[in-house]
């Protein structure tokens, strides 16, 4: 490109004009070096970790990868309606007594002749998990929100306190919370669900009161101007403004606690998780896939849901960005 | 405030000028009501469904107590056992103090018993007969007759007879349970024992400025080593508190984080140049690969944790193989919607000059688009050191799969409050350092 100039096109400039060169193929190659000294350092740091977690894991790299296949290959259903017996809970052909390929004995009876698949119900239960603790989550963020916000709440103490416990709460381990409330209330969906709800709390509150905080200011001060007393305020100037974003924000929130109350379920909290990290842990090949092929589905339908419901409150907004901040 | 009278003309005036305002549909009248009647329904099927109440009535709530106070306090639970008219403290393998150790709260007496001090006017004195409680410096003697230990009469309710033995409960300082062969006595402190040195250690028991002093200036108490290096190397290996361990997993799971996201950048960058519309033409392509993404985002990241702690064993490879085919999806995701919104002037002007495809998305493209790639990964990066901890717990290995074992004993929540303390440390220090980052990348004006 044009900086790797010789210096024979340049030949008919002037004085000024060639300190000028100058000082440019300077900056270029100082900014080089940097790139490359970087780059280095960056290698260095990434072979080192490598070679660290390399050394920590309890298989090597390099000795599983050939054994790697074989799993994959000890992981297959005897025949592909395998998957689906297991899906719906109907007996298997291959039945030998072993609980491998006993889909019946987990089925949910709801009336004498009608049961619900056991997979659905753990799935029904994580769902449930997953949208108590948003509301729940949302509502205490909602309240926590307009107190950390610099332009409804004066006192800098109020503001710097909610804060912190925003930040204590998004960052505290969740597991911690659902492993504490385990021992205590005993393993279930109770426990995820405090803690799960107690992670957004600090997650949507951060994101909720920079909502707050970007609103516009002129409604609130029409408000003030006719004697409004601060609720007021928040409800008739900030609120309207802001509920949209909210409500984005809350379903964006959906989505990734579906994920996290799985997770929790695998630690002990019930539901599809919990289930799946069994009879993953016990090769049960048919009962993987079908968990395997339930949650994607799941996934992909709540992703799917949320985001038109999403686009019908606030338009094309990409609130992907949001991710990362959550 | 003034009394705000319309009259019939205004009233026209204003029905007419703002006719949204007036007439409001059905559900913009009553759609938040709806919504509000219809959640609290909902939440109250799941209320039952849970089984809220029985679940909180059946909990372990006396139990609850202790396992708090255990994140900030450490409880010395010695047997001070009756044998042969004599009593005789045993520890258990977990004890606080090295062999024959002076202990201030626990002396022994004068007639062959020992005195367990609870506080300044609380403290029992311990013989095989008889066991003198005092409570506020007044004397309630339990006798202790063939198998049973008897409460005195006038006892205060913090003595309750329990079958044949007697509990005293002395509040935070503990409490003491008389039995006919035995004293069980939980005595309990403020902070964590042992946290720098374990028994064993040399430097176990000495002031801060006692260790100081015979880490820099004292005589060598190992040969072969400097005594600061003997200080660190017992510190690193402190039997209780296992310091070179838990930094160990903690570097595990930091390692995780940032080799996973690294890699899904790496990879991410080409896969979304396919991705984009803008940039790749083919159709085909373009839907199969964003496709593609999707399916690796779907797939929850603790079912590539399992699958490949399965394939690895547990520790950080799966973790960083988990956090690599979640975010490859993700972040080729974000990436390619960047790379759609870029602005076609820069390429339109490298093309017109004559250059090759491949440098025409390097000087056109690239500049325009690698702050939000960079600001995307560091944001990823970020949440990523925290949901490591969770994969880790599932299996993955690092801090997690430590912080649930300790859980699991039930003994060990001061050793969950230091890791605790440990994951909120290094998540504050990494949203900084990314925070920091980001804004050198992005310029002021933030994301």
């Known amino acids: ?326 | 405030m003034s009394n705000l009278a319309v009259n019939a003309a205004d009233r026209e005036r204003l029905l007419d000028a703002y006719p949204e305002a007036f007439h409001r549909s059905f559900m913009q009248r009553w759609g938040l009501a709806i919504a509000a009647v219809a959640v609290f329904v909902y939440l109250a099927f799941c209320f039952s469904f849970f089984n809220v109440i029985p679940t909180f009535v059946n909990g372990n709530w006396d139990r609850a107590g202790i396992y708090l106070q255990d994140w900030y306090s450490w409880r010395a639970q010695p047997r001070l056992r009756f044998q042969n008219g004599q009593v005789v403290p045993q520890w258990t393998s977990r004890r606080q103090y090295p062999e024959g150790a002076a202990i201030d709260w626990l002396k022994p007496a004068s007639n062959g018993g020992y005195t367990v001090i609870f506080g300044n006017d609380d403290r029992l004195d311990v013989t095989p007969s008889q066991v003198d409680v005092y409570i506020d410096g007044k004397l309630y003697p339990v006798a202790i007759k063939g198998d049973r230990a008897i409460l005195p009469a006038g006892a205060p309710a913090r003595m309750v007879q329990d079958d044949n033995k007697v509990n005293v409960r002395f509040g935070f300082a503990g409490q003491a349970e008389i039995r006919s062969n035995q004293v069980y006595v939980q005595r309990r402190f403020l902070g964590w024992a042992n946290f720098f040195f374990d028994t064993q250690s040399p430097f176990w028991g000495r002031s801060f400025t006692g260790v100081a002093g015979l880490m820099f200036f004292g005589e060598r108490i190992d040969p072969a080593q400097s005594n600061a290096s003997l200080a660190l190397d017992n510190f690193l290996n402190n039997g209780s508190w296992q310091h070179g361990d838990i930094l160990s997993k903690l570097m595990q799971t930091l390692v995780m984080a940032f080799v996973g996201t690294l890699f899904a950048t790496l990879l991410a960058f080409p896969l979304a140049f396919v991705a984009a519309r803008n940039i790749t033409t083919s159709r085909p392509v373009n839907w199969g690969m964003k496709r593609l993404f999707d399916f690796l985002r779907s797939i929850d990241m603790l079912i590539w944790a399992l699958f490949f702690t399965r394939a690895f064993g547990p520790g950080p490879l799966p973790g960083i193989a988990a956090i690599f085919f979640t975010d490859t999806g993700a972040l080729g995701k974000v990436y390619s919607e960047a790379l759609e919104n870029v602005d076609d002037k820069q390429r339109e002007g490298v093309k017109s000059v004559g250059a090759a495809p491949v440098i025409v998305q390097r000087y056109g493209v690239v500049p325009q688009v690698l702050p939000i790639f960079i600001s995307q990964s560091l944001y990823f990066w970020e949440s990523n050191t925290r949901s490591a901890t969770v994969i880790g717990a599932v299996g993955a290995g690092g801090i997690g799969l430590k912080l649930l074992e300790s859980m699991k004993t039930n003994a060990d929540w001061d050793k969950v409050a230091y890791m605790v303390l440990l994951i909120l440390l290094v998540v504050f220090v990494f949203d900084n350092l990314s925070n920091a980052l980001r804004s050198r990348v992005m310029g002021k004006k933030g994301h």
């Open chain 1, 1 to 326: 490109m044009a900086h790797v100039a010789g210096p024979a096109q340049f030949s008919g400039l002037q004085e000024s004009s060639r300190t000028i060169l100058d000082h440019y193929q300077q900056q270029v190659r100082t900014r080089r070096i940097y790139t490359v000294v970087s780059i280095v350092v960056f290698l260095i740091v990434l072979a080192a970790s490598l070679d660290f977690a390399n050394n920590a894991n309890s298989g090597k790299f390099f000795e599983r990868l050939p054994y790697f296949f074989d799993f994959i290959k000890s992981f297959v259903p005897n025949s592909p309606l395998e998957i689906f017996r297991a899906m719906f809970d109907l007996p298997s052909p291959y039945a030998d007594g072993s609980i491998k390929f006993d889909y019946t004995s987990d089925r949910v009876w709801i009336t004498d002749s009608f049961y619900i698949p056991n997979f659905f119900y753990q799935l029904a239960i994580t769902l449930n998990i997953a949208i108590v603790s948003t509301i729940l989550g949302s509502t205490g963020a909602f309240l926590l929100c307009f107190f950390a916000s610099s332009n409804l709440v004066g006192s800098r103490a109020v503001r710097w306190g909610v804060r912190r416990i925003m930040e204590i709460m998004r960052a505290f381990p969740e597991i911690v919370i659902a492993g504490l409330l385990a021992a205590i209330l005993s393993i279930g969906p109770i426990a995820a669900i405090i803690a799960v709800s107690f992670h957004t709390i600090g997650a949507l509150g951060k994101l909720f009161f920079e909502v707050v905080e970007n609103a516009d200011m002129k409604p609130d001060e029409g408000l003030r101007a006719s004697g409004a007393s601060w609720l007021e305020r928040v409800r008739f100037a900030i609120l309207p403004q802001v509920l949209p974003n909210f409500v984005s924000y809350t379903l964006l929130r959906t989505e990734i606690n579906v994920r996290a109350s799985t997770i929790i379920g695998a630690v002990g909290g019930g539901g599809i998780g919990e289930v799946f990290s069994l009879s993953i842990g016990r090769d049960h090949a048919a009962k993987t896939y079908a968990i395997i092929i339930l949650l994607l589905v799941t996934v992909i339908c709540v992703d799917q849901f949320s985001a038109w419901l999403r686009r019908r409150l606030i338009g094309k907004q990409s609130f992907e960005f949001g991710r990362g901040a959550a």
